[in-house]
């Protein structure tokens, strides 16, 4: 009786149009920068119409990307709201594989974007067992101060004990496959940004994150117990913005490009792995092939590294010793450097920068619900 689960993240799965960048060139789009725009209300309209002609090809890559993972079950981050989710399982995933994710969850996390994470969830598994939910909890009102979890390091980064935990939501679902239960938890951990107080996004940021990976950890001990051997099925899912390996890139398309893993000293991750609470199943693919992301701000800076996680508690990993995730990488740009041995064939119109599929990956795994 298997599962296939996948965590993604859709970028920006919206379905309202954001202005902002009239104000704030920030936030203005690269293409519209190159024209001279007389007032707001040209604007608006020139972002209108770029809008939508770019996300058509960018939702059908996405649409392929998921349709790729032939997920049962797929959790989502960067989802407006139900409505947009709706839209888009509708008008391309639906057209493109003919059976689509009946049972759609969401909930209005604390994002100031109001970029949410979701679960999209078939009737059944891919093997015909049956999927029931049969509970939803969001955790997005959690505050430092509810866990205990306010330290001086959060308090140097400006975050107070009343303030909230998640960045997004940390959200539960409960459901039974083929009767037998288990538990998702879908999060989307704070963004690393910019460099900052002369240190870089990543660090700067880290108070926040190794807070948000504690209170996942804490609402899942409070509700199974702090019994790691167990036979609970759990997993967390979803994009944590940190990582504790990443693969350095030097040189370019011309001479060639050079690949160098590096080793962080810390990272969020840890919270949730330390004692063998869980395992990330991403780590049983060789080191050079786990990323999920590319990133980079010019040629001085530039790595791949696994941003998207999926989290198996201690008893369904092991029950699972074999289970390898898989990448979707068909939907990156073409500006993206893929090691010796990894390249894939693009999905159709995936171009240098954009449209893409999204700048993160899907990654799906089949378990074992014993």
Request: glycine share 6%.
């Amino acid at each position: 009786m298997s599962l296939r689960l996948a965590t993604f993240n859709v970028e920006n799965l919206m379905n309202r149009f954001d202005f902002s960048g009239f104000r704030n060139q920030l936030h203005q789009d690269r293409v519209l920068a190159l024209y001279d725009i007389q007032d707001e209300a040209e604007y608006r309209l020139l972002e209108r119409a770029r809008t939508i002609a770019h996300t058509d090809d960018a939702r059908q890559l996405s649409a392929l990307a998921i349709a790729a993972t032939r997920a049962d079950i797929l959790c989502l981050q960067e989802v407006d709201n139900i409505e947009a989710l709706r839209a888009f399982e509708y008008g391309y995933l639906f057209k493109m594989i003919g059976h689509g994710y009946r049972e759609k969850f969401t909930t209005t996390g604390n994002d100031t974007r109001g970029i949410d994470v979701a679960v999209m969830v078939r009737e059944q598994t891919r093997h015909g067992q049956p999927i029931e939910v049969v509970r939803m909890q969001s955790h997005a009102h959690l505050t430092y101060a509810d866990l205990n979890l306010h330290v001086p390091e959060l308090e140097a980064v400006g975050e107070m004990p009343n303030e909230r935990i998640f960045r997004r939501d940390c959200l539960e679902l409960d459901l039974k496959i083929a009767g037998k239960p288990f538990t998702l938890y879908c999060v989307h951990f704070k963004s690393m940004g910019s460099p900052r107080n002369g240190l870089d996004g990543r660090e700067a940021t880290m108070p926040v994150r190794f807070a948000e990976a504690a209170a996942v950890r804490r609402i899942i001990e409070d509700r199974f117990g702090h019994d790691h051997a167990s036979d609970k099925r759990w997993a967390i899912c979803g994009d944590f913005n940190d990582y504790r390996e990443r693969v350095v890139i030097t040189g370019d398309a011309f001479e060639g490009f050079a690949y160098q893993p590096v080793r962080e000293t810390r990272s969020s991750l840890d919270v949730l792995t330390a004692g063998g609470f869980c395992e990330n199943l991403v780590e049983r693919r060789p080191e050079m092939d786990r990323w999920t992301l590319y990133h980079t701000r010019g040629p001085q800076e530039r790595h791949l590294c696994q941003l998207d996680y999926i989290l198996a508690s201690k008893g369904l990993a092991s029950r699972n010793a074999t289970a390898i995730p898989e990448i979707v990488r068909n939907g990156q740009p073409f500006r993206t450097p893929f090691p010796k041995g990894q390249e894939v064939e693009r999905f159709p119109r995936v171009g240098w920068d954009r449209p893409k599929a999204s700048d993160h990956c899907p990654v799906v795994v089949e378990l074992d619900i014993a």
